[in-house]
């Protein structure tokens, strides 16, 4: 009677480790977005993501999108929330809180210095796909079009320009250094003098993105 107690109990706790082992929500590698490699943890709703650029690279602000008169910058960072991690295949989502410039330098005729770039009307809503290539989108939200203010040091004075997306701009993620990339996205002067350059194309790539709420800032992987 004894054994048989002893089976039964044994029994009940393997199909119970079983249970566990398969509930969905800590499955490893279930969602969209996993931390420490593809297929590892899921990244949670509410984690931070921090990235600076790509060691050795520029963001970029030229005047047309295959020349190299305007601004560069070496320095350059981001925060955003994770809004929304789904199980793959799908899209997560994400609310891009902070983005930041620095270290920024001109060839435009005229101009001495660049005095700031500020990103405005944030958050934006960034999303994020496993489909082939692995797309985002990064898009406006109620607060406003995603625009960015530039204030130029220049011969006849501090001019301000001010250029704005038609609408959302679009980017690709790589697990091979775990970087998220944006490639000649084009925005338009809505405001500042001729010296501004009419448009502006953003180039700028940014990696290893990390998961800075997990112990040890993890890189963030897509599945």
Not at 32 to 54: E, I, S, W
Not at 106 to 127: E, M, R
Not at 189 to 213: Q, R
Request: proline share 5%.
């Amino acid at each position: 009677m004894r054994i048989r107690r002893t089976l039964g109990v044994a029994a009940l706790a393997a199909a119970a480790l079983t249970t566990v082992a398969i509930t969905p929500a800590q499955a490893a590698g279930s969602a969209v977005l996993t931390h420490t490699a593809v297929g590892g943890p899921d990244v949670a709703v509410g984690d931070v993501l921090t990235a600076d650029l790509v060691a050795g690279s520029y963001a970029t602000f030229y005047s047309s999108a295959t020349g190299t008169s305007g601004i560069k910058c070496a320095t350059s960072s981001f925060s955003a929330t994770v809004t929304g991690n789904p199980a793959a295949p799908g899209v997560a989502t994400e609310q891009l809180d902070t983005q930041t410039f620095g270290s920024c330098t001109a060839n435009v005729i005229g101009v001495t210095a660049v005095q700031s770039i500020t990103v405005n009307n944030l958050p934006y809503t960034n999303s994020v796909s496993d489909a082939a290539g692995n797309p985002v989108t990064l898009a406006p939200t109620a607060a406003g079009p995603l625009q960015t203010t530039v204030v130029l040091k220049t011969l006849l004075g501090t001019i301000t320009c001010v250029y704005r997306a038609p609408g959302s701009i679009s980017g690709t993620t790589s697990n091979t250094g775990q970087t998220i990339g944006f490639a000649s996205q084009a925005f338009n002067k809505v405001a500042g003098p001729s010296l501004c350059f009419a448009a502006g194309y953003f180039t700028a790539t940014y990696g290893p993105v990390l998961d800075s709420s997990v112990a040890g800032s993890p890189h963030v992987f897509v599945n």
